[in-house]
């Protein structure tokens, strides 16, 4: 990359990295021009609605289709036995979470259904109308099982869901470091409390949705879906179809939110590929919003106890985390739900320097709906019992919480630094990151407020919540489990005659706006004007293999592997340009879409110019010289298993103690991803994760009853933040680049998701504190206010 | 099963469009399905998320909760509509400038509820502009990149109109 693109502290220099750069690709969707897979109309294609079932757990009897069949437009009623013919059956663990166990999932149910919502069987019809018609008209019989909806109960193991695997335990995992236990007996103060967290769930507005193409003259099927890893999915839909990988093409058009929702393998979806193969002819599958709620992975229902120990002084000596999840009757294939509890063990306490540590993890199966990785996976969770029970040591030693953090964060010079859990950090910014962030929010001025405003009955309240984030993983998050999922990206440029350049990435855009960084990165590494840079994602057919987007690694990873092909194809460029100019290389650059002289900047060459040359007049070259405008080049990060950032957020609310209603004033956050291509990108990344987590901190909760039915399963009674209840959101940077790569760029899409609940809950219980009432459980609901405060 | 199709008229983007309509299909799967008029979209199919919202008569509706055959006679704009007459012009480009949308399945809806609001609260404050669009959800974007695109919309008009008094 050329000096003046970027300066080594990550600042911007005058290319397009570091630019506010509008996305492209944002034209389309504002004029209702998208293409999302529900858009695609293909000959002869069909529809696919599913019979599920209503209930928790429940032997099926009898399924009877005779009605169903004789319904008008139906081609198809069909049950599990029927599709396990076209699509094997998956259990889904991982050989790095030892001990990781779970039972054979099927695409469509066979004799079982283990929640409420599973598939048992499939109609396709000429229309979705009529598929869903005939679908009522299924006449099933079940024999009643016993249910298991709480994690204690599954934990404890009285009715046992699959009986082949002994107990009701997927994953469980302990770590300690030693010493924790005279680290308790040490202190001076220890503080202890339990933490809930209810499921949520993406509500991506646009629902799942897949249309499968069989091709039988070629047995080739391709595969338009709503995903977020085309790679994956085409490997999967591969094996488990049995048709060759290099015969599955999966296409990811424009794709109406995801955020982890839609990097899974869901049984609907396998199933309506598999029932292209066998009708040989375009199904299509669009997940209704009651669907969504029943079978897009939950997340994040966890209880958790954490202790601290610490000193008098206000010195954190350790923590004790006792964490209890459950995940529906299987683990979720092929990421295994295994990963968020694993990162809660890994990520607690994780920005600060104590030594000791000691976690276990029960990760058990219960007859609800599925969870698995959610934006941010695992941080949430652990960012909030992090932050809540610092704020209570705080509370209990009479410190600031602002100094208490100060005192116990990783100081900034002490990189490289493993934490007490063994995560292992290049570098991170938490004390530049809190001075920052006291001086943005002026935390003085507000604590000097709250207090005012207390004694006129106006409860108040300022959380801060510190946070590490995973990002850019390396193959020891999936690979080296066994998964087939890359942890490496490619980017292929190519050179066009007109000088343009067409950027083929195997990372894929969900509106985060990776196809627009890609573009700026591309142009600077190039040397051409971002117009003239066109950006292909989201194809198996026409990108290199990559892994997709998830755990926020498309910007540093993918933009990595774009910068790097870039650059090779600027060097290939100017072999041309030599040959033309009959000069050497070295004495000439590409800038603003001119090839020019290296030390003057004189235009040479228009770009356009070496395009006509290289591919029609290529005979005006030396005998012995080939021109070659195409290049490709991958990235995989190494060094670190992760390239950790860190961050800081704050919340300011007001609590209504009379009503337990909950006004949120304000948010900010500072945090470091290192270098940053596109600050308004990012700063909008930030901002949907924060609402997103104040969603799950204050109002999101798929509410099961005893039975395992799912009682709000609708958009009208599953709350998520809307405009009018959000509060503006003030965002700074610290800028740390990673020395991994060139680019320098870490994550960002999940920070605001991870730390916005922790901040939101100690903004509450810092308003709750003159009542010496706290919330413990989310979502922090008025009515868990109000029993905390004793008025309910 | 009988065909209780209707022959129905509607004015669809300005143009007189008449088709056989079955009496339970919606608005939107109408739009949607027969017209070709994706850009609207459903995202709840209950009247809750305004993914779907297109216009009729000039008032804003939920294209989910409405039948096809109850827009007989009626105008009905969608996105494509808008967008190609120019009328929502600026704010696609605020929006675009501001990047307030990320993976755009509300944002027809959203530049719906807001050119509504435009036309007909010129002066709303900013805590009005959330409250318009809180029937509509965005799960992108946290929101406050939305209003600020509004904001700098009705901004800009209130300063045209000054400078034309």
Same mark, same amino acid.
């Given at each position: 990359?050329?000096?003046?693109?970027?300066?080594?502290?990550?600042?911007?220099?005058?290319?397009?990295?570091?630019?506010?750069?509008?996305?492209?690709?944002?034209?389309?969707?504002?004029?209702?021009?998208?293409?999302?897979?529900?858009?695609?109309?293909?000959?002869?294609?069909?529809?696919?609605?599913?019979?599920?079932?209503?209930?928790?757990?429940?032997?099926?009897?009898?399924?009877?289709?005779?009605?169903?069949?004789?319904?008008?437009?139906?081609?198809?009623?069909?049950?599990?036995?029927?599709?396990?013919?076209?699509?094997?059956?998956?259990?889904?663990?991982?050989?790095?979470?030892?001990?990781?166990?779970?039972?054979?999932?099927?695409?469509?149910?066979?004799?079982?259904?283990?929640?409420?919502?599973?598939?048992?069987?499939?109609?396709?019809?000429?229309?979705?109308?009529?598929?869903?018609?005939?679908?009522?008209?299924?006449?099933?019989?079940?024999?009643?099982?016993?249910?298991?909806?709480?994690?204690?109960?599954?934990?404890?193991?009285?009715?046992?869901?699959?009986?082949?695997?002994?107990?009701?335990?997927?994953?469980?995992?302990?770590?300690?470091?030693?010493?924790?236990?005279?680290?308790?007996?040490?202190?001076?103060?220890?503080?202890?409390?339990?933490?809930?967290?209810?499921?949520?769930?993406?509500?991506?507005?646009?629902?799942?949705?897949?249309?499968?193409?069989?091709?039988?003259?070629?047995?080739?099927?391709?595969?338009?879906?709503?995903?977020?890893?085309?790679?994956?999915?085409?490997?999967?839909?591969?094996?488990?179809?049995?048709?060759?990988?290099?015969?599955?093409?999966?296409?990811?058009?424009?794709?109406?939110?995801?955020?982890?929702?839609?990097?899974?393998?869901?049984?609907?979806?396998?199933?309506?590929?598999?029932?292209?193969?066998?009708?040989?002819?375009?199904?299509?599958?669009?997940?209704? @919003?009651?669907?969504?709620?029943?079978?897009?992975?939950?997340?994040?229902?966890?209880?958790?106890?954490?202790?601290?120990?610490?000193?008098?002084?206000?010195?954190?000596?350790?923590?004790? &985390?006792?964490?209890?999840?459950?995940?529906?009757?299987?683990?979720?294939?092929?990421?295994?739900?295994?990963?968020?509890?694993?990162?809660?063990?890994?990520?607690?306490?994780?920005?600060?320097?104590?030594?000791?540590?000691?976690?276990?993890?029960?990760?058990?199966?219960?007859?609800?709906?599925?969870?698995?990785?959610?934006?941010?996976?695992?941080?949430?969770?652990?960012?909030?019992?992090?932050?809540?029970?610092?704020?209570?040591?705080?509370?209990?030693?009479?410190?600031?919480?602002?100094?208490?953090?100060?005192?116990?964060?990783?100081?900034?010079?002490?990189?490289?630094?493993?934490?007490?859990?063994?995560?292992?950090?290049?570098?991170?910014?938490?004390?530049?990151?809190?001075?920052?962030?006291?001086?943005?929010?002026?935390?003085?001025?507000?604590?000097?407020?709250?207090?005012?405003?207390?004694?006129?009955?106006?409860?108040?309240?300022?959380?801060?919540?510190?946070?590490?984030?995973?990002?850019?993983?390396?193959?020891?998050?999936?690979?080296?489990?066994?998964?087939?999922?890359?942890?490496?990206?490619?980017?292929?440029?190519?050179?066009?005659?007109?000088?343009?350049?067409?950027?083929?990435?195997?990372?894929?855009?969900?509106?985060?706006?990776?196809?627009?960084?890609?573009?700026?990165?591309?142009?600077?590494?190039?040397?051409?004007?971002?117009?003239?840079?066109?950006?292909?994602?989201?194809?198996?057919?026409?990108?290199?293999?990559?892994?997709?987007?998830?755990?926020?690694?498309?910007?540093?990873?993918?933009?990595?592997?774009?910068?790097?092909?870039?650059?090779?194809?600027?060097?290939?460029?100017?072999?041309?340009?030599?040959?033309?100019?009959?000069?050497?290389?070295?004495?000439?650059?590409? @800038?603003?879409?001119?090839?020019?002289?290296?030390?003057?900047?004189?235009?040479?060459?228009?770009?356009?110019?070496?395009?006509?040359?290289?591919?029609?007049?290529?005979?005006?070259?030396?005998?012995?010289?080939?021109?070659?405008?195409?290049?490709?080049?991958?990235?995989?990060? @190494?060094?670190?298993?992760?390239?950790?950032?860190?961050?800081?957020?704050?919340?300011?609310?007001?609590?209504?103690?009379?009503?337990?209603?909950?006004?949120?004033?304000?948010?900010?956050?500072?945090?470091?991803?290192?270098?940053?291509?596109?600050?308004?990108?990012?700063?909008?990344?930030?901002?949907?994760?924060?609402?997103?987590?104040?969603?799950?901190?204050?109002?999101?909760?798929?509410?099961?009853?005893?039975?395992?039915?799912?009682?709000?399963?609708?958009?009208?009674?599953? &709350?998520?933040?809307?405009?009018?209840?959000?509060?503006?959101?003030?965002?700074?940077?610290?800028?740390?680049?990673?020395?991994?790569?060139?680019?320098?760029?870490?994550?960002?899409?999940?920070?605001?998701?991870?730390?916005?609940?922790?901040?939101?809950?100690?903004?509450?219980?810092?308003?709750?504190?003159?009542?010496?009432? @706290?919330?413990?459980?989310?979502?922090?609901?008025?009515?868990?206010?109000?029993?905390?405060?004793?008025?309910? | 099963?009988?065909?209780?199709?209707?022959?129905?008229?509607?004015?669809?983007?300005?143009?007189?469009?008449?088709?056989?309509?079955?009496?339970?299909?919606?608005?939107?799967?109408?739009?949607?399905?027969?017209?070709?008029?994706? #850009?609207?979209?459903?995202?709840?199919?209950?009247?809750?998320?305004?993914?779907?919202?297109?216009?009729?008569?000039?008032?804003?509706?939920?294209?989910?909760?409405?039948?096809?055959?109850?827009?007989? #006679?009626?105008?009905?704009?969608?996105?494509?509509?808008?967008?190609?007459?120019?009328?929502?012009?600026?704010?696609? !480009?605020?929006?675009?400038?501001?990047?307030?949308?990320?993976? #755009?399945?509300?944002?027809?809806?959203?530049?719906?509820?807001?050119?509504?609001?435009?036309?007909?609260?010129?002066?709303?404050?900013?805590?009005?502009? !959330?409250?318009?669009?809180?029937?509509?959800?965005?799960?992108?974007?946290?929101?406050?990149?939305?209003?600020?695109?509004?904001?700098?919309?009705?901004?800009?008009?209130?300063?045209?109109?000054?400078? !034309? !008094?």
């Amino acid at each position: 990359m050329n000096a003046d693109k970027i300066k080594s502290d990550g600042t911007p220099g005058t290319g397009y990295i570091g630019q506010s750069v509008p996305r492209a690709n944002a034209k389309r969707l504002l004029q209702g021009r998208g293409i999302y897979t529900d858009d695609l109309r293909l000959p002869r294609i069909a529809h696919v609605a599913f019979f599920r079932s209503p209930h928790a757990h429940a032997r099926i009897t009898k399924l009877d289709f005779a009605r169903a069949r004789g319904m008008p437009g139906v081609i198809a009623v069909v049950d599990g036995k029927a599709v396990a013919e076209y699509c094997k059956p998956w259990v889904a663990v991982l050989a790095h979470l030892k001990g990781i166990k779970s039972a054979p999932q099927h695409a469509i149910a066979i004799d079982r259904a283990c929640w409420q919502g599973e598939a048992v069987a499939a109609v396709v019809a000429e229309s979705r109308a009529q598929a869903e018609d005939a679908a009522d008209l299924i006449e099933a019989q079940w024999e009643e099982l016993p249910v298991v909806v709480d994690m204690a109960d599954a934990l404890a193991g009285k009715y046992v869901i699959h009986s082949d695997l002994g107990d009701n335990i997927c994953f469980t995992r302990e770590l300690d470091t030693g010493e924790v236990d005279a680290a308790f007996a040490a202190a001076d103060v220890v503080v202890e409390e339990t933490y809930e967290f209810g499921r949520h769930t993406g509500v991506t507005l646009e629902g799942r949705a897949l249309l499968a193409d069989y091709n039988a003259a070629e047995n080739s099927l391709t595969v338009y879906h709503s995903t977020q890893a085309p790679h994956m999915m085409q490997d999967i839909i591969s094996r488990h179809l049995d048709i060759p990988e290099g015969n599955v093409r999966v296409i990811a058009k424009d794709v109406g939110g995801s955020y982890g929702i839609k990097v899974h393998v869901y049984p609907d979806e396998m199933a309506t590929a598999a029932l292209a193969v066998m009708l040989k002819r375009p199904v299509k599958f669009i997940a209704d @919003r009651l669907e969504s709620f029943l079978t897009d992975i939950h997340a994040r229902e966890h209880k958790a106890k954490l202790r601290l120990a610490c000193t008098r002084a206000g010195d954190i000596l350790a923590f004790d &985390l006792d964490d209890l999840t459950g995940i529906g009757p299987y683990s979720v294939y092929p990421r295994t739900s295994g990963i968020e509890g694993n990162q809660v063990v890994n990520l607690t306490g994780g920005p600060y320097k104590h030594k000791q540590y000691r976690a276990k993890l029960n990760v058990v199966f219960t007859n609800k709906n599925v969870t698995c990785q959610y934006r941010a996976v695992g941080h949430p969770i652990a960012v909030s019992i992090t932050e809540c029970i610092v704020d209570l040591a705080a509370e209990k030693l009479g410190m600031d919480p602002a100094e208490f953090r100060r005192r116990n964060l990783i100081p900034d010079d002490a990189y490289p630094y493993t934490s007490a859990a063994g995560m292992k950090f290049e570098k991170l910014s938490h004390h530049q990151t809190l001075d920052k962030l006291l001086a943005l929010m002026d935390y003085k001025k507000l604590r000097s407020e709250q207090e005012a405003l207390r004694k006129k009955g106006i409860y108040r309240g300022i959380g801060l919540a510190a946070m590490i984030e995973v990002t850019n993983p390396s193959p020891a998050f999936y690979g080296v489990g066994g998964a087939r999922i890359s942890a490496q990206d490619g980017a292929t440029l190519r050179f066009e005659p007109t000088g343009m350049v067409t950027c083929m990435v195997s990372v894929t855009e969900q509106g985060q706006g990776t196809e627009g960084i890609f573009a700026q990165i591309a142009a600077d590494a190039v040397g051409v004007s971002i117009d003239k840079v066109r950006v292909i994602t989201g194809d198996t057919g026409t990108t290199p293999y990559g892994g997709g987007t998830w755990a926020s690694r498309g910007a540093g990873i993918g933009g990595e592997a774009v910068l790097q092909s870039g650059k090779a194809l600027r060097a290939h460029i100017l072999e041309v340009a030599a040959a033309i100019l009959q000069t050497g290389g070295e004495m000439l650059d590409v @800038r603003n879409d001119s090839v020019v002289d290296v030390r003057t900047g004189e235009a040479k060459l228009a770009l356009a110019e070496v395009g006509r040359i290289a591919y029609f007049r290529p005979d005006t070259l030396p005998m012995d010289f080939q021109s070659e405008l195409v290049v490709t080049r991958h990235y995989t990060p @190494r060094g670190y298993g992760f390239a950790f950032t860190n961050g800081m957020q704050a919340s300011l609310v007001e609590v209504d103690t009379e009503t337990g209603f909950v006004k949120l004033l304000k948010h900010w956050c500072v945090e470091d991803c290192g270098t940053i291509i596109n600050p308004q990108l990012v700063d909008e990344q930030i901002r949907g994760g924060i609402v997103q987590g104040i969603g799950g901190a204050l109002f999101e909760h798929c509410i099961y009853s005893p039975e395992g039915q799912l009682v709000n399963g609708n958009m009208a009674e599953y &709350l998520v933040p809307m405009a009018g209840e959000m509060p503006d959101i003030a965002i700074a940077h610290v800028v740390t680049p990673t020395k991994t790569s060139e680019l320098g760029a870490k994550g960002a899409g999940e920070a605001g998701t991870a730390g916005a609940p922790g901040a939101v809950m100690n903004a509450i219980n810092d308003a709750l504190r003159p009542f010496k009432a @706290r919330v413990t459980a989310q979502p922090v609901t008025p009515e868990r206010i109000l029993k905390a405060l004793g008025k309910v | 099963m009988m065909d209780h199709a209707v022959e129905t008229t509607l004015i669809v983007n300005g143009t007189p469009t008449t088709r056989r309509i079955q009496p339970r299909q919606h608005l939107i799967d109408f739009l949607r399905e027969e017209l070709g008029l994706t #850009g609207s979209h459903t995202g709840c199919e209950h009247g809750v998320c305004g993914a779907c919202t297109v216009r009729v008569d000039g008032r804003i509706v939920r294209g989910c909760l409405m039948l096809a055959v109850q827009a007989a #006679g009626k105008c009905v704009d969608t996105i494509e509509g808008l967008s190609d007459s120019g009328e929502i012009a600026e704010l696609q !480009r605020a929006f675009h400038e501001r990047n307030a949308l990320q993976c #755009g399945f509300c944002t027809p809806g959203m530049l719906m509820a807001a050119q509504d609001l435009i036309v007909k609260k010129p002066h709303a404050t900013r805590d009005e502009i !959330r409250d318009h669009l809180s029937g509509n959800y965005c799960r992108c974007t946290g929101y406050q990149a939305i209003v600020d695109a509004i904001e700098t919309v009705l901004k800009a008009k209130q300063l045209a109109a000054d400078e !034309r !008094r």
